[in-house]
T-cell receptor, first 117, second 111 residues
Framework: GAVVSQHPSWVICKSGTSVKIECRSL??????MFWYRQFPKQSLMLMAT?????????EQGVEKDKFLINHASLTLSTLTVTSAHPEDSSFYIC?????????????FGPGTRLTVL | EDQVTQSPEALRLQEGESSSLNCSYT??????LFWYRQDPGKGPEFLFT???AGEEKEKERLKATLTKKESFLHITAPKPEDSATYLC????????????FGSGTRLSIRP
């Protein structure tokens, strides 16, 4: 149980283009999902908290107009990196809070490696 | 400011050589402390949740313990497949959902 998938697992794009990453909870409904980014040999940094049916809450320093988050259903959240630049290249990971979880146990997707040329 | 510090940054052990990883935290109240395992190029895999000082949890060769200031992840007689980065995260009392991650300990087990 509590399986989270991401698509694509990796993507290479040209500078200036937009990229959409999907995060799905496969065997449960997730009212809250989270988006993180991780640079090599560094820990996970929370970008935003995504709540189904409402606007995402972004962490300080994260540009909401650049990283668009949509949580339109209880099993799907998307992150769109708009006008991507090389400095946006990173490992993006989503997570979901499992139903009935004590406090805030989060289950993570496999991650998406974004490379912007 | 809420903070999570893990040590050591990296640890190399011989197969069968037991050791412990440390996670020290400073938070305004603690709702939960979490341990995750992360393999290269993959998302973190949930291991344990600890809620209160004195609590312990075990899974195979891993045992997690919690005090009011820190948590330890004890690994007994590790095998090469235990090689990974181990991440500690805490949920402050002030947070309804957000958790804060430490920088992780990269564990390498030599056969």
């Amino acid at each position: 149980g509590a399986v989270v998938s991401q698509h694509p697992s990796w993507v290479i794009c040209k500078s200036g283009t937009s990229v959409k990453i999907e995060c799905r909870s496969l065997d449960f409904q997730a009212t809250t999902m989270f988006w993180y980014r991780q640079f090599p040999k560094q820990s996970l940094m929370l970008m935003a908290t995504s709540n189904e049916g409402s606007k995402a809450t972004y962490e300080q320093g994260v540009e909401k107009d650049k990283f668009l988050i949509n949580h339109a259903s209880l099993t799907l959240s998307t992150l769109t990196v708009t006008s991507a630049h090389p400095e946006d290249s990173s490992f993006y990971i989503c997570s979901a809070r499992a139903p009935g979880a004590h406090y805030n146990e989060q289950f993570f997707g496999p991650g998406t490696r974004l490379t912007v040329l | 400011e809420d903070q999570v510090t893990q040590s050591p940054e990296a640890l190399r052990l011989q197969e069968g050589e037991s050791s412990s990883l440390n996670c020290s935290y400073t938070v305004s109240g603690l709702r939960g402390l979490f341990w995750y395992r992360q393999d290269p190029g993959k998302g973190p895999e949930f291991l344990f949740t600890l809620y209160s000082a004195g609590e312990e949890k075990e899974k195979e060769r891993l045992k997690a313990t919690l005090t009011k200031k820190e948590s330890f992840l004890h690994i007994t007689a590790p095998k090469p497949e235990d090689s990974a980065t181990y991440l500690c995260a805490v949920q402050p009392g002030s947070s309804a959902s957000k958790i804060i991650f430490g920088s992780g300990t990269r564990l390498s087990i030599r056969p």
